[in-house]
């Protein structure tokens, strides 16, 4: 996306807000939603996915990114003995999502394999208050003129405006919780950017909740009553990008009115370098093995975006 999170803000109609939302900061300030020696745990998975998980002296991006990710939403599901509705949780991969919408004279649709998504029984409440949506009236969304907004986006003919969640009617776990991507390919340039990371994370989690949104209310355009809330996740195995995307109305031809939200923290380590072997300087150990620059606050949000919505 050739500006990023600015063009995909653009597309859905959102209006952007820096740091984490008030409900998810508060369960990241709370001891009381904490996980148990949870910097050790932390520690462990980080030695696991680096370290232990190989016969190599270091495992490559694409093998130790999806085992760091499976090791944390395993210490998250660990909550579920204090909060038991945390088991009321699905994780599906290969699913597929299309959604269509309408933005000025543009047909615009999202379709295709996303991330893994975690489904939940029961929604996440609405993170903006009615005073706060009301407000996103006065928010000008930035135009790209002269170029046009959707100028590396792929054409094709749309035979059928599809709207699917990807998932049959009556399946228990029907509302979309947190979408993750691992963005693990071994060299950068196969790599999505942090920026170009953070557009596909909005893309998708608004295409989630237009989806959902559709599901439930049908397809005529219009101000949600109950606002439709996915997060979204986005990890390389070593920094995180998180997500609180609020769906406020379906109604995206026009850019007056009412807007959607999103709340992005950027660029968060969880530590700084895995040290795989020891540097050794004229047969002097100079830097043992080991990790550094351990962040433990960055789990904290991963976990705060994980019992959201519970607790």
């Not at 379906?250 to 540097?279: F, H, M």
Request: glycine share 4%; with cysteine; charged share 25%.
């Amino acid at each position: 996306v050739f500006a990023g999170v600015r063009q995909a803000q653009w597309l859905t109609k959102t209006k952007l807000v820096e740091g984490l939302p008030p409900s998810v900061q508060s369960i990241v300030d709370s001891p009381a939603h904490a996980l148990q020696e949870h910097e050790g745990r932390v520690k462990d998975a980080i030695s696991h996915a680096r370290f232990w998980d190989t016969t190599e002296a270091a495992p490559k991006r694409e093998q130790f990114c999806p085992v760091l990710f499976e090791d944390l939403i395993h210490l998250c599901r660990l909550m579920s003995r204090k909060y038991p509705s945390l088991s009321k949780r699905m994780l599906a991969r290969n699913y597929r999502i299309a959604a269509t919408w309408e933005r000025e004279s543009i047909l615009l649709q999202i379709r295709g394999l996303n991330g893994i998504l975690m489904n939940s029984m029961a929604p996440i409440p609405p993170v903006a208050s009615k005073e706060e949506i009301l407000a996103t009236k006065e928010y000008v969304l930035e135009t790209f003129h002269p170029i046009l907004p959707t100028i590396d986006l792929q054409e094709v003919h749309v035979y059928k405006e599809l709207n699917d969640t990807g998932f049959r009617d009556g399946y228990p776990y029907s509302h979309p919780h947190t979408l993750f991507f691992l963005e693990s390919a071994n060299i950068c340039p196969d790599r999505f950017r942090p920026e170009q990371l953070r557009a596909k994370m909005l893309m998708f989690a608004f295409g989630n909740a237009l989806a959902k949104a559709k599901a439930l209310y049908g397809n005529d355009p219009k101000v949600l009553e109950q606002p439709i809330v996915v997060q979204s996740i986005g990890t390389d195995g070593q920094h995180f990008q998180f997500m609180v995307f609020q769906l406020n109305t379906t109604d995206l031809v026009s850019s007056d009115g009412i807007k959607n939200l999103v709340w992005i923290d950027s660029d968060q380590k969880l530590y700084e370098t895995a040290q795989c072997l020891p540097k050794i300087k004229k047969r002097v150990v100079v830097k043992p093995a080991g990790i550094y620059g351990f962040e433990p606050d960055t789990f904290k949000k991963f976990l705060a975006l994980y019992l959201h919505g519970t607790v």
